[in-house]
T-cell receptor, first 110, second 113 residues
Framework: TQLLEQSPQFLSIQEGENLTVYCNSSSVFSSLQWYRQEPGEGPVLLVTVVTGGEVKKLKRLTFQFGDARKDSSLHITAAQPGDTGLYLCAGDSGTYKYIFGTGTRLKVLA | KAGVTQTPRYLIKTRGQQVTLSCSPISGHRSVSWYQQTPGQGLQFLFEYFSETQRNKGNFPGRFSGRQFSNSRSEMNVSTLELGDSALYLC????????????FGQGTRLTVV
């Protein structure tokens, strides 16, 4: 069974702090997506990473795909309350079952 | 262009009843996937339809079914509802198949009492 394990599961930090969320698997993924979901809403796509070692930046968010394409990380610099939400990684390892990670629930306190 | 539209947003049903949820994908997208989201299990893949054909199915009982119409709109049906079916059901629209970026609707919150 493919699994995408995310850590930490919960994170509560003060505004202005930095944080990193990890997404790990034993399977190789052709690409990985990161989403953010707010309560009562559907996930919203943040980024797609495709190439091993790739780094993408979206304002204060930095996404990295592992060299072996089995893991990814999301780093947020100077977190703001607007960053609060559930962060999900997701991907298809080639078996045509698009799977989501276990999720990281982030709360940024003002 | 319009996003993914799911109807209804909220639904309350009784155990044993059946329910049909609807999803209209982004115009031009031919793939629709369905997911069940619960606090305990996270986001679980139900099935994917592409050009009216079911391309893949997750590990859910046969009470969960779906279909896709020629205009790419999709419906999912759950028969003989159980309390454990209470969840947020999400529909994702893709231009291609599963390995392309997904755009989600707001979901249908189903409560089974």
């Amino acid at each position: 069974t493919q699994l995408l394990e995310q850590s930490p599961q919960f994170l509560s930090i003060q505004e202005g702090e930095n944080l990193t969320v990890y997404c790990n698997s034993s399977s190789v993924f052709s690409s990985l997506q990161w989403y953010r979901q707010e309560p009562g809403e559907g996930p919203v796509l943040l980024v797609t990473v495709v190439t091993g070692g790739e780094v993408k930046k979206l304002k204060r968010l930095t996404f990295q795909f592992g060299d072996a394409r089995k893991d990814s990380s999301l780093h947020i610099t100077a977190a703001q309350p607007g960053d609060t939400g559930l962060y999900l990684c997701a991907g298809d390892s080639g078996t045509y079952k698009y799977i989501f990670g276990t999720g990281t629930r982030l709360k940024v306190l003002a | 262009k319009a996003g993914v539209t799911q109807t209804p947003r909220y639904l309350i049903k009784t155990r044993g009843q059946q329910v049909t949820l609807s999803c209209s994908p982004i115009s031009g997208h031919r793939s629709v996937s369905w997911y069940q989201q619960t606090p305990g299990q996270g986001l679980q893949f139900l099935f994917e339809y592409f050009s009216e054909t079911q391309r893949n199915k997750g590990n859910f009982p046969g009470r969960f079914s779906g279909r896709q119409f020629s205009n790419s709109r999709s419906e999912m049906n759950v028969s003989t509802l159980e309390l454990g079916d209470s969840a947020l059901y999400l529909c994702a629209s893709r231009f291609g198949q599963l390995n392309t970026e997904a755009f989600f609707g707001q979901g249908t919150r189903l409560t089974v009492v």
